[in-house]
Antibody, heavy 121, light 107 residues
């Protein structure tokens, strides 16, 4: 069955960097677009970034563009999110989510359990 | 960017009631609209795609409708296990914005 397992979260000081990972299994990773979604404590869902099946297309939410970088390694079935210049407002659970198809016009049919990022001095 | 607005932000209804949640897009998105259910402390779960296509395993009391800018999620007979926050999401183009959520409680 499809499994998405995030890692890399933790407590980090403002201005520092963090790299999140999502290990995928149970499906042919290289055929699907992948997304990151975050949820601040007690708040709603916020879409963050998308990468197409082959890495050729990337899209970002405006507030993170330039600080966040999404990437993937299809040989290792892994999705990454590099977060630089962390801000307190980046505190959230970060989920990776599998797209239903290969492109960006897609909804999310599977979600990981999430990894918590806490930005605090 | 297209904004997604849900209403109400919360509601309380009795078991067996018909519940309707509305989602409005600031511009037309055809039927590129999904609904997710997030139970307390859990991961979001896809209920409906393409505005009205019920996902496998989702109870038939859930239904979706709409196209363009106005969409609805209906629970025909509210059950205790439906207590959750419901989110709409557009996916016609990036950003894949979510609505603010509707928290559903039992009266």
């Amino acid at each position: 069955q499809v499994q998405l397992v995030e890692s890399g979260g933790g407590v980090v000081q403002p201005g520092r960097s963090l790299r999140l990972s999502c290990a995928a299994s149970g499906f042919t990773f290289s055929r699907y677009g992948m997304h990151w979604v975050r949820q601040a404590p007690g708040k709603g869902l916020e879409w963050v970034a998308f990468m197409s099946y082959d890495g050729s297309d990337q899209y970002y939410e405006a507030s993170v563009r330039g600080r966040f970088t999404i990437s993937r390694d299809n040989s290792k079935n892994t999705l990454h999110l590099q977060i630089n210049s962390l801000r307190t407002e980046d505190t959230a659970v970060y989920y990776c989510a599998k797209g239903h198809s290969y492109g960006y016009q897609d909804y999310f049919d599977y979600w990981g359990q999430g990894t918590l990022v806490t930005v605090s001095s | 960017d297209i904004q997604m607005t849900q209403s109400p932000s919360s509601l309380s209804a009795s078991v067996g009631d018909r519940v309707t949640i509305t989602c409005r897009a600031s511009q037309g998105i055809s039927n590129f609209l999904a609904w997710y259910q997030q139970k307390p402390g859990k991961v979001p779960n896809l209920l409906i795609s393409a505005a009205s296509t019920l996902q496998s395993g989702v109870p038939s009391r859930f239904s979706g409708s709409g196209s363009g800018t106005d969409f609805t999620l209906t629970i025909s007979s509210l059950q205790p296990e439906d207590v959750a926050t419901y989110y709409c999401q557009k996916y016609n183009s990036a950003p894949h914005a979510f609505g603010g959520g509707t928290k559903v409680e039992i009266k």
